[in-house]
């Protein structure tokens, strides 16, 4: 009877023993969630911080917002992974030697980025694609004068203000700086670096590339 009655209403039975099956504690479900590989979701998203990263670096003296994002992201990212790999190294090793590549592609992907910071490359390259509108449009400002921009695009840079004084231009971008207005300059005749300059106001120069620097003002 009890048997036929199982056969009639298996779905019953299933229940039952989910029911009084013992849930698995926090423990157990941190150990399984490290036990396996980092997935679809952990490594695009190293990927993006990468990215906003790199993005932040190529503006002159850094962009605030992206800051704060790609840093709270970026420690956030590294304590999960390296929760992750301890649990992963104590419990389950075959499973790091077997997807070897998907473990390695997170710290691979913040090598490279930060890799890439540090040598300024991001920074380089695009003041390098923007050069040639940048002096175009310093050929259309006279000496002394500034020119508001109002965060118009030139190159790949949105500014907001130009001026020239004595062969040197000086032009705003538009949300750079982590604390102070920032921008580039280009000056034919090399300028002094990590020292406030006579006649340049209260402005620190740090070269980028060629006749091109960085100006933050303190």
Known sequence: MSASASGQNPDGSVAKLIEIAEKPTPAQRLISWASRPPGRLYIPACAVI???????????????????????????????????????????RPMIRYYWLR??????????ALGLAVADVPLQMRVQA???????????????????????????YSLR?????????HYEV????????SGLAHSPEELPVGVFVPGQGS????????????????
């Open 103 to 112: 473990w390695v592609s997170a710290p691979l992907i913040a090598f490279v």
């Open 174 to 181: 538009q949300g750079s700086g982590l604390f102070y207005p």
């Open 130 to 156: 923007s050069s040639e509108q940048l002096l175009e449009l310093r050929d259309e400002v006279a000496d002394p004068t500034t020119i508001p921009r109002n965060g118009e695009r030139t190159g790949l």
């Open 50 to 92: 990468g990215l906003v990263l790199l993005f932040e670096d190529s503006m002159p003296a850094g962009h605030l917002p992206t800051f704060v994002i790609g840093m709270g992201g970026g420690l956030l990212l590294a304590g999960m992974g390296a929760l992750r790999l301890g649990i992963a190294l104590a419990v389950a």
């Open 203 to 218: 402005r620190i120069y740090e070269h980028v590339a060629d006749d091109w620097y960085v100006w933050v003002d303190h």
């Open 161 to 169: 203000s130009v001026s020239v004084t004595d062969d040197v231009t």
